[in-house]
């Protein structure tokens, strides 16, 4: 291929990067505003202020276009840095890892793709499925295998360490994420998710801490 074919090629590639990103945000908005139901192809090429026929250029129909969404939260959530290396102490592991995760879930619009999964999930089960599996799961066992390796070093003492992942970010969204995640509460505080954080790891450590 000569030099002028592939300079073509990757303005051609660049503008497609482009005008998918400009769908994508969009459709983000889109969906935030009226949900999975109330969005259409329409509204969307109106908000991505593009036609109709480049909309169906990119994405087959909706689903297809939210699950492209979804799919880039999970790459967002990939891309947040978890610090869990086995050498370093339990308490200072668990109090960073707590605040990077309520920060990434309580985000500015982070709400709106978790609202919209949970109110399609049951007849599109899935998506919801998906979402799980790329998202929070992925979570749940990153923060397991560190607990394994404290367990191993005999820091703590866990029979279940998927079990008490799991556990321990659940108690890290105590009073922070259902208020957000519903429209009740605003984005919280660094303050108010450093106290809850804190509480928490102070459970965990009591229950799992090898005596």
């Known amino acids: ?15 497609d990067s482009s005008k998918r990103r ?8 889109v969906f935030m505003d009226l949900g999975f139901d109330g969005a259409s192809m329409g509204e969307i090429a109106r908000a991505a202020a593009v036609s109709k026929g480049t909309l169906y250029v990119y994405f087959a129909d909706k689903c297809a276009l939210f699950e492209a969404i979804l799919e ?16 370093r102490d339990a308490e200072t592991t668990l109090k960073e890892f707590g605040r990077a995760y309520i920060q990434l879930l309580c985000r500015p ?21 998906r979402y799980y599996e790329r998202v929070l799961e992925k979570s749940i066992n990153r923060l397991a295998d560190y607990l394994s390796a404290q367990v191993g070093a005999g820091n703590l003492a866990i029979d279940d360490c998927p079990l008490a992942a799991a556990q321990f970010m659940e108690v890290c969204k105590a009073s922070l994420f259902l208020p957000f995640v519903f429209q009740a509460a605003p984005v ?3 303050e108010r998710i450093a106290k809850v954080i804190d509480s928490a790891t102070r459970m965990f450590l009591a229950a799992y801490r090898a005596k």
């Open 72 to 87: 880039e939260e999970a790459l967002q959530y990939g891309q947040v840095v978890f610090t869990f290396d086995p050498e």
């Open 22 to 29: 400009q769908i994508m945000d969009g459709a983000r908005k």
């Open 1 to 15: 291929m000569v030099a002028a074919d592939r300079h073509t090629l990757h303005v051609v590639s660049e503008e």
């Open 188 to 190: 919280p505080s660094e």
């Open 109 to 129: 619009g982070g709400g709106s793709a978790i609202r919209t999964v949970m109110a399609i999930a049951e007849r599109m089960p899935e998506v919801g499925r």
